[in-house]
Structure formats: structure tokens, C-alpha cells
């Protein structure tokens, strides 16, 4: 409860990426308006890297006064989106004619001949014009985004193309984003910008997480309380909190009319929108809605916890009615081949404690509570099946009999795809954690979110088909997809931050061949990105060296931890609106180390503690939760020699911090002449709040 947040330490410093982006391009300084057709071409900076482009002898200058002619419909409505993308980064725009026969300017067509991929194109740049071919339409939409970039690359109100060949198609059939908005919403005008920031990246398929236990986010017209209720969530701590200390429910949904909103705007820009209504576990918010629906003892809330909870769907008849009924609905609302059924951390304490769920797996032929899953998976698939669908699920689908037709989403790491396409299914590789993008991007990175550094090189260099995979088993990898889940992104500022330039990265391996990806060259490739992005007005996490440490004192991202892998960037409860202090705490064992701390002539150590909420579901993993008891009323901030050594020193903590939300306290500790690592932490189980460190300070 920290009444007064400061602004979060997110790093604004100078970024060592944007130097590199002020300083490359010099086609790029605004000049280009007086520069003559002999002048420096562009270097094309592209992303992700084509599969094949050859540089040739000749350019070609682009400016608002250039035809772009595009005959028939189709070559027509990607000149018009081509024009919006260069309105939208504010370049000049070629003057669009449906002229089938001019020789000069920009020609968009569409030739059965181009490309023997849907999604390929060719574009060549001669000394006469440019030309960008594909034999659908969404190829052509590529090879306008090709373009595009390469406009993009200048300011000026001139661009100099170099004359060039590019033949282009996609590596993998499936390049996706998933978005979580169950467990923070985003407005149907923000996916509108992901889905386009997506197609200027070339991703083509977006997996909308829609339902979990924190909010259901989707109108089902048969079943009203899922969005009468089920959207419903008073958020832990203060900011679940009204003025007068009353609860404060937010309620968000997407209606069916915004849905389809989304869905028709998606494929206009050749992207699919899968939805995902994860089954049977992750479904607190539809129990809440529907408690018959359910095996939970007693009445169960909207979830505001991160984690996993224990609530599962049951298996009566009437579940398995409501399922088809729901998914009836996903399927009007969603054209696309796929329906994703979740599958994920589906704990089956509750199946297990339940008489009822136990016959029931006994009249349905269930030999345990793996089998009963697969049954759930087996009935959807059927059920998808007969309506033209494919299922797609998370790897856990893989535990029980899985229908030979189901497509696996790897997320525990690798392992569950490679089982899975050596049993012949289709594969999208999307492994935690190195695409989760809800992880720091590098090492001074203080947006909220969950433990370890994903860095962009570890997402770059992260290979979906490895050499291992038997080569007749190699095509069953269809895609690779970045996870952004929300539970630590509050704000579309978090989450851009989180995704860019990350989703660079994933691009790209998505996209080019395998043979043509080289991170030094991406690296040379990615100012001109960054570039676009602020054009668009995309944000974007920016690199930056850390801050330099202080003699005496540091906050809880400056410190280490006994166990890094645990330690998580929270946000704090408030302020209700506006940036909030981010934490670096570990949740399971807390320890803020200060590693080789020069404690001579320090005889005091001061530390500024508040609380934030302790908001997490466990599950199995609640065992590991080792806080020390607490010895006194309120538990007290200990002060010990390593992670495990000798007490230093011993202070209680107060019932509740002072009214600033902080509280700070001082611990004598015996005089020490050499360096040695401190490490503070907080005894006691405060649940549902925790004490966390906010500053160190070594005192005389
Ligand atoms: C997942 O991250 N639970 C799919």
C-alpha cells in the first residue's frame, strides 16, 4: 500500500539503438528533397530479411508526384492500405490509378506466374519503376509492406530506390502473436494497431486469448453472465479500492459486433484471429458466472491473483452442452481454420476431491484425471471437426490420447512439440520463456514482469526446427509464436514495451530462411525499424547501460537475489491511474542481496520497506514458498551475512507502514572490517499483502 508512487525507474537514458539509428542513415537526414536521380541510393534495411534480394546497377526515385497503378480489385485495395501505411508514417504517397498498361511509376498486379507461394512476391526496382507481383492477394500485401519499408527508410520527401530483385515468400505458414486479454484488456482501437504493427512485421496469425480466471472478455449470447459477471474483477490492494475504501469492479468485454470488428480488420491485412477459450482449467471466471459449471466448493469470485488456480470446469453432460454451445458462437464469430481449447495448468486437485467427477469418469470410461482431459479434448475435436475447424491446444493436450488431426502449441519449453510432430502433428513452437515476452528484454529493464531476461538475441538465435527432428518430421514445425501475457501489463505502454522490438526478432525467424538469418546483420538492420516504429508512433523498450551503482545506498532492482529465476518485477497497488513503482521481489523466498557490500565503518543498515499485494494462486508450487516465520506480532526484517549465513541483525515491523504507504527501519548490525554480501528480507506470512524493499542504504 504505498500511497505515494514515484515514477517507475523505467530507463529513459539515451539508447545505445537510437544512436545507431540517428547516426546511420544517410539517406535518411532529410535531404533527399534536393537530391539529384544521381544521388546515394537507400540501403535497403529490411525486416524480416527477404529471401532473396539482389542489388543491382540503377535507382529509382519515389515522391508524391509517382503513379502507383494497380488494375483490379485486389491489386487496388493493397495500393489503398500501401497509401494509409504511408500516410500513417507520414511519407509522401504515390497518386493510385487502375492504369493497366503504363510503363513508368509503381505497378501493383497480381500474376499467377510471380510466386508458387500463396503468401510470395517478387518486387523489382529498375531504372524505370517499380514493380511488385504476387499471384494473390496477400502476397501482393507483402511485397507493399517490402516496399513500404524500404520507404520508410528516408524522411525526406524523396526516396531513392536502388534498383533491385527481391523473390520473397514465408519459412513457416504460421508466424503469430498472442494476446492476453483476460487478464488486462485492451480497447478494440489498440488491437487494431498491434494487428497492423503485426502486418508490417509480416505475422500472420494473431491467437486472441480471450478467457481466463481473471475475466471472460467475449459477448456469448447464450450465456449473458459470462460477461455479466464473468468480465468483473476487483483488482488486489489499493487499486481495487474506491475512494471511500469500497470495492471498485472494472468490467471489460468485447462484444460480438467488435469481435467480428476486429476479425474482418485482422483479415484484411491477411491475418487470422484464433480464439482461445481455455479448457478445463483457467476458467475461475466462467465457474463464477456459471457455478454449475464447476467442481469448487462454495461461491467462487473473478480471480485477481496471478498464477494457477485450482478451479476446474466438471464433466457433467451440461458442461460438455455449454462447451458446444460457446464454441458454436466462437465459430460464427471467427472465420479462420483454427480454434485454440487451451488445455494449459489444468491442476486436477478438485477432479480428484469430487464423488461426483469420480462417477461421472467412471460412467464416461475415464481411467484418470489425464483421461478425462483427453476426453474433453477428444468431444471438442470431434465437435470442430464437424464444423470445418481444426483444434489447436496448449502442449499439455499431448498428455492424454490426442486425435491425430490436432495441431500442439509448445510452450513448456520444446519438448512437448518435438513428441508431438514425431507423433505426426502439426506443431507452432512458442517456448517459455524464451518467447515470453512478458519477461525483462535486458539487464537494466525495470518494466513489471516476470522473472529472467528474454533478451532479443536470445529470441533471435531461438531456432524452431532443431537439426534432431528427423527430417521427415521437420514440416510438422508449422510455426513459432511470442506469448504476451498481461498480467503484468496494466497499460498498452507496458505492452508495446514488452513486444517491440522483440516482435522484430520473431519476425524474422518466422519469415526468412533459415540460411539468411545472421543477428549482426539484423542489428545493422533494426535503427531503420526503430525508425518506422516512432513514426507510427509505436513505443519500444530501449536498451540502456545501468545506471551506475551508488556507494551506499541502492532500490530493489540494483539489488541480487539468492535465486534470480524467482524474482519478479511487481508493480505496486496505486496509485489508481498513472505510472506505478516497480519492485523487484522474489515471491517464494525473498532476499535482496547487496553482493560484496563494503560494511566497513557501517554500523547501521536503514531499509525502506512497503507492501504491495501478494496476489498469487500457487497451485502445486505453494510448497515452495519459504518465508521464515515470523518470530514477533508482525514479523520482522532480518538482516543476515549471504544468503544462509549468520544473523546480523533482527527488527519487528510495524502492524502497517506509515501513512506514505513506507515505512523505513533501521537494524544495528556488529561492526564488520571486510565486504561481505547482506542480504534483507521480511519473516512472516502477511498474505494477502507483502512486506517488499523499496531502498538499501549502508548507514554510519
Ligand atoms: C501457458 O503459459 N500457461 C500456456
Known sequence: MMKHARPALRILATASLLLLAACKHDAGNGNEAAMPQGGTPIVPQLIPMPAVLQQNEGSYAVDASTPLHASGAEAQRVAHQFDTYLADAKRPLPKIDNDANANDGIRFAIDASASKSAEGYVLDVTKNGVQVRASSEAGLFHGAVTLWQLLTESTGKQTLLPALHIEDAPRFAWRGLMLDSARHFQSVA?????????????????????????????EIKRYPLLTGIGDCRVDAGDAGLGDGGQPLPHCEFYTQDEVRDVVAYAAARHIEVVPEFDIPGHATAAITAYPELGTAPGKLQ??????????????????FDFLDNVYAELIDLFPGRYIHIGGDEAVKDQWIASPRVQQRMKELGAKDETAMQALFVAHLEQFLVAHDKKLIGWDEILEGPLPSDATVMSWRGTDGGLAAANAGHDVVMSPAPTLYFD??????????????????????????????????KQAHIIGVQANVWTEHKRTFAQLQDALFPRLAALAETGWSPRDRKDFADFGERLPAMLQRYDALGLLYAKDAPAKPLDATTRNSMQLDDCNAALRWHLEDDGPRDGERDVYAVNIFKPCWLWKQADLNGVANIEVR???????????????????????????????????????????????????????????AIPTQSTATDVCAYFTGDTRPNMWVLSKLTLAK
Not at 489498440?190 to 472478455?217: C, F, S, V, Y
Not at 494457477?308 to 458442461?319: G, H, M, P
Not at 525483462?440 to 524452431?464: H, I, M, N, R
Open 190 to 218: 489498440q488491437i487494431k494497431q498491434l494487428l497492423d504493427a503485426m502486418a508490417l512485421h509480416k505475422l500472420d496469425e494473431l491467437h486472441w486469448h480471450l478467457t481466463d480466471d481473471q475475466g471472460w472478455r467475449v
Open 302 to 319: 473473478v480471480g485477481h491473483d496471478w498464477g494457477v488456480y485450482a478451479n476446474l470446469l466438471n464433466n457433467e453432460q451440461s458442461t
Open 439 to 472: 519477461h525483462p528484454q535486458f539487464d537494466a529493464d525495470t518494466a513489471p514482469g516476470q522473472p529472467g531476461v528474454q533478451t532479443l538475441k536470445s529470441v533471435y538465435d531461438y531456432e524452431p526446427v532443431p537439426d534432431t527432428l528427423a527430417a521427415d
Open 609 to 667: 520497506a512497503g507492501r504491495i499485494p501478494y496476489n498469487f494462486q500457487l497451485a502445486h508450487d505453494e510448497a515452495q514458498r519459504k518465508f521464515e516465520p515470523a518470530v514477533s506480532a508482525h514479523g520482522e526484517l532480518v538482516i543476515r551475512a549471504q544468503c544462509n549465513g549468520p544473523r546480523l541483525a533482527s527488527v519487528p515491523l510495524p502492524e502497517n507502514p506509515d501513512s506514505d504507504g513506507f515505512v523505513t527501519l533501521k537494524a
